[in-house]
């Protein structure tokens, strides 16, 4: 093939205790998926329908080992979001709940990285998210777990401190939409693709961080993330 241009790069995540890496296609992220979340945003936590959002390739961080991401332009109001993040393995479209799991390929931990304030006034505006959300190195993502190492987590802690102080802490059982659940109604909309990746929602206690800030994310029986706000 020949092409006009340089093919932009492919952008990747590490495999726990592997050798091979996992090349990322498209990121999914759930809104709104715990209900003491949804009520700090000043939303119903009513188990309506799931709605999602998109970030580009160049969103991900491999967040394997302690890494820094730039603090954005144009925000004020940069805020941290804790969530679990899944792995597609396996494509599919209108995927059956029962299977949803056998489409998983691992799981991560990962930050919803946002600009709340364009986010804000965008959702006030009734216009799209793209620049709260959809921008490069916001989302870091842990070294990723194989499924057929640890299994399916349905209940794990999950926090996030920023320098030593804990922000977020739940546990993912609250999620008001499981992993299974977020598979199987995404694929009804958009045909899942290997290397798709699912971040899945973050729980109470969203919050700024600054230049200089340093946070560490968990979910327990997963790789943990160290993450630096850089100027």
């Known amino acids: 093939m020949n092409l006009a241009l340089e093919a932009p790069p492919l952008h990747t995540l590490t495999i726990a205790d592997r050798d091979e890496r996992f090349p990322v296609n498209r990121v999914f992220c759930v809104g709104r998926n715990y209900a003491a979340h949804a009520r700090e945003m000043g939303k119903d936590p009513d188990r309506e329908p799931p709605f999602f959002f998109m970030k580009p390739a160049v969103a991900v961080v491999d967040a394997s080992n302690p890494v820094g991401v730039p603090y954005p332009p144009k925000t004020g109001n940069y805020h941290h979001e804790i969530e679990l993040v899944l792995a597609i393995a396996r494509g599919g479209r209108d ?6 799991l056998e489409h998983v390929y691992g799981y991560a931990v990962g930050l919803d990285m ?9 959702r006030d505006k009734g216009r799209p998210w793209e620049f709260g959300k959809s921008f490069a190195c916001s989302a870091p993502i842990g070294a990723l777990r194989r499924a057929r190492d640890i299994g399916h987590p349905a209940s794990a802690a999950i926090m996030l401190s920023v320098n030593g102080q804990t922000r977020q802490s739940s546990d993912i059982a609250k999620l008001i939409w499981s992993v299974s659940e977020c598979v199987a109604y995404l694929s009804e909309y958009e045909s899942l693709e290997p290397g798709d990746i699912i971040m899945t929602g973050t729980p109470e206690g969203v919050g700024a961080v600054v230049t200089g800030d340093v946070m560490r994310g968990e979910v327990a029986g997963l790789d943990p993330i160290e993450v630096r706000v850089t100027g």
Do not use: K, M, Y
């Open 95 to 100: 995927i059956p709940l029962t299977q949803a």
């Open 114 to 122: 946002t600009r709340r304030d364009l986010q804000l006034e965008a």
